[in-house]
């Protein structure tokens, strides 16, 4: 099974299609919608994890540029600062996908970057400033 976290761009004509549907409906994929930011008559923003079978999923992705939807991979990740993480857990609390967890016997602050969906909730509640969002691949 392919699975990829992407970036949708969409122009303002598209935002009103079904284009989430027809990738679920016609190419029988897996769709996580992790952040979106869709307005009628504007452009719109998606991030999302895709999966699915390795030939539907390039055939989605293909559906997708044909439309004019631009598809980006997720670019951005969440990094941690070793030498300021105190691990108090102030972030674990805070994050909705379990990313952030306390290890046990050590009681120290664990980081799954492949459950992290980039929301920066813990950039913003971590007392240390420990936790920050970087670009690149």
């Known amino acids: 099974m392919a699975s990829k976290k992407i970036v949708l761009r969409f122009s303002a004509i598209l935002v009103e299609q079904p284009i989430i549907?027809?990738?679920?409906?016609?190419?029988d994929l897996m769709v996580?919608?992790?952040?979106a930011e869709i307005n009628p008559r504007r452009e719109g923003f998606l991030i999302m994890e895709l999966s699915g079978q390795p030939e539907n999923?390039?055939?989605?992705?293909?559906?997708?540029?044909?439309l004019g939807v631009t598809v980006e991979p997720l670019s951005e990740m969440v990094?941690?600062?070793?030498?300021?993480?105190?691990h108090c857990g102030a972030?674990?609390?805070v994050c909705p996908v379990g990313a952030l967890y306390l290890e046990r016997?050590?009681?120290?602050?664990?980081f799954d970057n492949e459950?992290?969906?980039?929301?920066?909730?813990?950039v913003q509640y971590c007392p240390q400033k420990a936790?920050?969002?970087?670009?690149g691949d």
């Open 105 to 110: 016997p050590s009681m120290e602050v664990g």
């Open 32 to 35: 996580n919608i992790i952040k």
């Open 91 to 93: 972030c674990i609390a």
């Open 79 to 86: 990094v941690r600062d070793e030498e300021r993480c105190t």
């Open 57 to 66: 999923f390039q055939q989605g992705i293909e559906f997708l540029n044909n």
């Open 115 to 122: 459950k992290c969906v980039v929301c920066g909730i813990c």
């Open 21 to 27: 549907y027809r990738l679920i409906k016609n190419y």
């Open 131 to 135: 936790m920050d969002v970087k670009w």
